[in-house]
């Protein structure tokens, strides 16, 4: 059972470039997050998914875009890499609301230069 | 929203203490979990528990939802629980979007 898995692990993007991050999720959970952490900060929603073919805003949503085209992925995408989205991003996902923790990857390193 | 505040945000130990973290919340909260991130960076959920006392071996957690605080306990602590600690929370009648706190980071010494 793998969980949540978040591709790549690491990426170093120049600024302007655009990449997407990939999480996958096998436990069939309708809800899907992407967090970014930054230091001292905590952990920051960007978006989110409350089931297939639906996203919505986090707390953080600027110049990033997700999509859930499949119940088990959930892609967050950077159109215009900046400096300031050098952060290390987490996927998690749960099951529906209710008395269900969250289960987390284990994050994806990005640095903008 | 929401407003998610830990203390200490540090705290230094020797194997074999034991400690409490505190977890205060702004509002009523339908939700509140409590997350180890290891050194390595993964996030582990310890607790779902947004109201009530649980416990899981040497770790356990209460929540008091009419005083809106929860407290993480670590009992005879070892090495190996050291890391950061978050609580997060989302409010009552929204969604099941949680609100991290800052963080309490766990040395434990040998």
Known sequence: NAGVTQTPKFRVLKTGQSMTLLCAQDMNHEYMYWYRQDPGMGLRLIHYSVGEGTTAKGEVPDGYNVSRLKKQNFLLGLESAAPSQTSVYFCASSQAPGNYGYTFGSGTRLTVV | ?110
Do not use: M
């Not at chain 2, 969604?95 to 980071?105: H, I, M, P, R």
């Open chain 2, 1 to 110: 929203g929401i407003q998610v505040e830990q203390s200490p945000p540090d705290l230094i130990l020797q194997e074999g203490a034991n400690s409490t973290l505190r977890c205060n919340f702004s509002d009523s909260v339908n939700n509140l979990q409590w997350f180890h991130q290891n050194p390595w960076g993964q996030l582990i959920n310890l607790f779902y528990i947004p109201s009530g006392t649980k416990q899981n071996g040497r770790l356990s957690a209460t929540t008091v939802a009419t005083e809106r605080y929860s407290l993480l306990y670590i009992s005879s602590s070892q090495t190996t629980d050291s890391g950061v600690y978050f609580c997060a929370a989302s409010l009552q009648g929204g969604s099941e979007k949680l609100v991290f706190g800052k963080g309490t980071k766990l040395t434990v010494n040998p």
